[in-house]
């Protein structure tokens, strides 16, 4: 105050000595700038250890103070005197550029600060900054509202929350790419923590769910301090409405599922096939629940008004939940894919390392036909716990099963004869409705029925490169038979299942040199449980 009063009388005494006014302000604002320079230097090169609340108070705060002080004296010595005869806006537009020219050197140095601390951990910390920081600017800004400086400011505290917007971006994104590598390892062989105890695969997706969930609401708390009722700008309207709908909705929340699920469809080629169950699983659930609930959440803990509000927000829920829809979709038909390769590789080598020209007469079914079973079973225990049963498409007799599983020949020896073309007719009409890699529903049945059309296709694709001995074409017979005496319940329709499975038949009698038929009774025996 004093160096302002000693100023204000120096300037009054030049004015008094005729000193042409441009000269005087010249040498004020030449004056005033070593000093505020002085000041923002400081600003530019804090102590290390200062946190962001002793850089706004102690480091920051001495320009603020200077250029108070400077506007304040401007005004005095050059607006209000009766000897200055320059116009008013002249002087406005002077003391406005200067103050202009050295607030954008400060804000620089502001925001490389703020730029720092929107990556930190605490929170809390940085939004009582910016709240300090935005306080500050507004007696500055009173004094000289044709600066612009509180919009400035609120840029500024804009900028630095959207960077905070996009810290926890990449924190969620990084937590689920964490979360998933927990759940592979899981499936795999050691489980993580938070994965321990867990058996099932329904609880590992529940836990899966519930972490991704929880790291969203968390990350939710924390985001909402910015518009708690203390922190001044959060009542600016031009600051709220675009916080709550571009930056935590559309820019935070709406992108972070959307990646989610997006991710799931992109997982590597050697992931464990389970995985492809439990994101197929937690995509259902996004579809069904967890994206509506979260928008909803999102609504409730930062609500605007709805008028202010874009007529198009993009994703949409409803966009979203398609998203998580066909994303379901992709994975399943890549999960059948997998393993009805599998369940293929083990029949088309069980088939192609025998030598059925010679083989002897059979006393059981093959082992490998016992293993497709069992992983078929084990698909049945893995995909139930995820997925509901689904709808068995009826049959045209409940005993079609059993007539057709017993061979469906009255005779033991079958040779080919003109009768025969009605039949092979119906099965080729029959047969150009099947379609092999067809569309996945989202249930048990469904996934498992597109694992076993996959199978019993190489299966039959496997027994036409083959040349079979009588021996050899009873040993398929007595492997269909196994094979749909267990597979009936795993699949949608049993009518393609005995379909398919008289397909294989047919043709290892197609091309067996001696085409003579088990009796079904043999058969029987042959399969029944030891």
């Known amino acids: 105050d004093a160096n302002a009063q000693q100023v204000l009388e120096t300037t009054d005494l030049l004015l008094e000595l005729k000193v042409p006014t441009e000269e005087i302000i010249q040498l004020f604002l030449e004056t005033s700038h070593h000093i505020l320079q002085e000041n923002i230097d400081q600003v530019g090169s804090p102590p290390e250890d200062q946190d962001i609340l002793e850089f706004i108070d102690t480091t920051a705060y001495p320009f603020l103070g200077s250029v108070s002080l400077t506007i304040d004296t401007f005004k005095r010595a050059f607006k209000e005197h009766p000897n200055v005869t320059t116009e008013q806006s002249v002087l406005d537009e002077q003391l406005s550029e200067f103050a202009y020219n050295h607030f954008s ?3 620089g140095h502001i925001q490389e600060r703020f730029a720092v601390e929107a990556r930190q951990p605490d929170n809390a910390m940085l939004v009582r900054g910016l709240d300090r920081f935005y306080r500050r600017i507004q007696p500055v800004h009173e004094l000289l509202p044709t600066a612009s400086l509180e919009r400035i400011a609120c840029e500024i505290v804009t900028d630095t929350i959207r960077s905070r917007i996009q810290f926890y971006s990449e924190t969620l994104n990084a937590h689920f790419t964490e979360t998933l590598g927990d759940v592979k390892q899981a499936l795999l062989v050691s489980k993580p923590a938070q994965f321990e105890g867990q058996e099932s695969l329904a609880e590992i997706t529940s836990t899966l769910k519930a972490s991704l969930v929880g790291k969203l609401k968390l990350v939710l708390v924390n985001v909402k301090e910015f518009v708690n009722p203390d922190v001044t700008f959060s009542t600016k309207s031009y600051f709220r409405g675009p916080f709550c709908v ?65 007529e198009q927000l993009s994703p949409t829920v409803q966009e979203l939940n398609t998203l998580a829809h066909n994303t379901v979709s992709k994975i399943l038909t890549r999960y059948v894919h997998v393993k009805g390769v599998s369940v293929s590789q083990m029949i088309h080598t069980s088939v192609k390392t025998r030598d059925w020209l010679s083989a002897v007469e059979p006393r059981n079914v093959r082992a490998a036909m016992k293993r497709v079973v069992e992983e078929l079973t084990e698909l049945d225990t893995q995909i139930g716990g995820l997925f509901e049963e689904g709808v068995v498409k009826a049959t045209n007799s409940d005993s079609s099963r059993r007539a057709l599983s017993h061979g469906g020949r009255a005779s033991s020896k079958y040779k080919y004869t003109p009768s025969d073309t009605e039949s092979s007719l119906l099965n080729k009409l029959f047969s150009d409705q099947v379609e092999i890699f067809g569309e996945i529903q989202f249930t048990k049945l469904s996934i498992l029925t597109g694992v076993i059309k996959i199978g019993l296709k190489a299966f039959l694709e496997s027994v036409r490169l083959r040349t079979f001995g009588k021996f050899g074409l009873q040993q398929i017979q007595v492997d269909v038979y196994y094979l749909r005496e267990y597979l009936w319940r795993f699949v949608e329709e049993e009518r393609l299942l005995n379909f398919l499975l008289e397909e294989v038949v047919s043709s290892a009698i197609d091309r067996c040199v001696d085409p003579v038929t088990m009796d079904p009774s043999v058969i029987m025996l042959l399969t029944e449980p030891s």
């Not at 069904?288 to 709805?306: G, H, N, R, W, Y």
């Open 105 to 107: 050197l400060y804000f």
């Open 246 to 310: 571009h930056d935590v909705r559309q820019s935070l929340v709406m992108p972070y599922l959307e990646s989610v699920i997006n991710t799931t469809t992109s997982l590597p080629d050697n992931v464990p096939p389970t995985l492809l169950l439990v994101t197929a699983r937690l995509c259902l659930d996004f579809e069904t629940t967890t994206i509506s609930f979260l928008a909803q959440l999102v609504s409730d803990m930062f609500p605007t008004d709805k008028s202010a509000l874009p």
